[in-house]
């Protein structure tokens, strides 16, 4: 199993591609953070020492980044034929399922720590150096991670669902935005308090606007453990189809 993530995190950097998707990533921040005009967004603008535009602006960036990084995973294994090999090698669909799923993590992960650039330059411009919410940035970088991990584990499913990168790019990219925005968007439109509220939380906006702000809570931990499994098993199943 570990030599496979090893496989995955290799083949992605062994690629131009790969080195891409984290320079646009960290552009698009840099460009919205620091030079592109607007109090909203820009840290110098708004006067205040956070880096809270990270947290707002970064699963917009999300939404195309995992996708990029997760569309072939398996979608290139079976266009190739690979597939049948690796099902044959001494892992069960299970392991293969999650070395892909934490490639895919670690590899976004590897993407957020540049970032952190953000923070001790905000940290240093602060009045006085230092007067910065450390423990809530913290705790904001955990929620992030939570985030990835969410929309690692639907653009693996989506990967496994097509042996084309394109549409499983696509597939990763729609699936993604309707569990972050569609079902917040559902409970929006309707009227009855209970069935809003509950198809609100079903969606992940509202889980990591808690984290964002620096509060972990645990039914939001438990949100994200619950969707990452529900895909990783999912995509177990597919794998195990093929054997049928």
Not at 12 to 32: N, R
Not at 54 to 62: E, G, Q, R, T
Not at 69 to 98: N, R, W
Request: hydrophobic share 55%; with cysteine; aromatic share 16%.
């Amino acid at each position: 199993m570990v030599a496979l993530l090893k496989k995955e995190i290799n083949s992605f950097f062994s690629s131009l591609i790969g080195y891409i998707v984290i320079i646009v990533f960290l552009l698009t921040l840099g460009l919205i953070m620091w030079i592109f005009p607007g109090a909203d967004f820009n840290i110098i603008e708004s006067g205040y020492s956070n880096i809270d535009p990270l947290f707002i602006v970064a699963p917009w960036v999300f939404l195309f980044l995992i996708p990029a990084v997760t569309m072939k995973m398996f979608a290139e294994e079976q266009k190739s034929g690979t597939i049948e090999i690796l099902l044959t090698q001494p892992l069960t669909d299970l392991q293969i399922v999650l070395a892909k799923y934490f490639s895919a993590v670690l590899l976004v992960i590897i993407a957020l720590v540049p970032t952190l650039v953000y923070y001790i330059t905000v940290y240093m411009l602060a009045n006085p150096a230092g007067n910065i919410d450390t423990a809530g940035i913290i705790g904001s970088y955990i929620g992030l991670v939570f985030l990835c991990s969410g929309f690692a584990s639907i653009g693996v499913f989506a990967s496994a669902l097509s042996n084309n990168q394109i549409v499983s790019f696509i597939l990763a990219v729609i699936l993604s935005f309707f569990f972050y925005s569609g079902f917040e968007f559902l409970g929006s439109i309707i009227t009855q308090p209970t069935i809003s509220n509950l198809l609100a939380q079903l969606g992940i906006s509202s889980h990591y606007g808690s984290m964002s702000r620096g509060v972990i809570d645990s039914r939001d931990v438990i949100y994200f453990i619950s969707l990452t499994l529900f895909f990783v098993f999912f995509t177990r199943f597919i794998l195990e189809k093929r054997k049928w």
